[in-house]
Every structure is written in C-alpha cells, then in structure tokens.
Nanobody, 115 residues
Framework: QVQLVESGGGLVQPGGSLRLSCAAS????????MGWYRQAPGKERELVAD???????NYADSVKDRSTISRDNAKNTVYLQMTSLKPEDTAVYYC?????????WGRGTLVTVSS
C-alpha cells in the first residue's frame, strides 16, 4: 500500500517560516488528493490545506493568508509552506492522501512555535 513520510517539522520562533514535506511511495501518487492536517494538544484533528491532482487548492481560514500547499507529481511529494507562524500553529502535522474511499496517513511531524 501507499506509505507517506512527513519531514521538516521542528522548533520555530513566532513570525518564522517552515516548509513541510511529505514523500509518498508507490505509483498511485498522481491519482491522490493530498492534504495536510494538524492536531494540537487537547484538540481535534483539523484540515490545514489540500490539493487535487490538477493543483486546485483549499485552505483553512486560519492559515489561508500564510500557507501554500503544492505538489510535485514527478517526485511523489507534497509540500506545505507556512510563514508568519504563531504559537497556535503548534501541532503535529499529518500528511493524508485519498482516492475515493481509500485513505492513507503519515505518522506526523511535530511543529512547535515558541520563543
């Protein structure tokens, strides 16, 4: 099955920037709708952004002005670029791919925004 591996998380100062990457195995990547989700302590997992195979994007209101999701189908990789990071952005960020009823999740990467 498809494996997703996130990278790029870490400690960032408020106002800083970060780029997360999600590398996928297999040949099905180009058929997947890809997305980034996050889960903060004590809160439900929420959608951050997603992107279709053709590049149509969707963002949560809380990050829309500060985030860019993109994909490179040749590299089987999806990215999330975030700027002007805030402490409330602190969460475990998960990569998700789906095709119809099929869902694939990465293990997550922790982003901590703190001074």
């Amino acid at each position: 099955q498809v494996q997703l591996v996130e990278s790029g998380g870490g400690l960032v100062q408020p106002g800083g920037s970060l780029r997360l990457s999600c590398a996928a195995s297999g040949s099905i990547f180009s058929f997947l709708v890809m997305g980034w989700y996050r889960q903060a302590p004590g809160k439900e997992r929420e959608l951050v952004a997603d992107i279709s195979r053709s590049g149509r994007t969707n963002y949560a209101d809380s990050v829309k002005d500060r985030s860019t999701i993109s994909r490179d189908n040749a590299k089987n990789t999806v990215y999330l670029q975030m700027t002007s990071l805030k402490p409330e952005d602190t969460a475990v960020y998960y990569c998700k791919g789906n095709f119809g009823s099929m869902e694939f999740w990465g293990r997550g990467t922790l982003v901590t925004v703190s001074s």
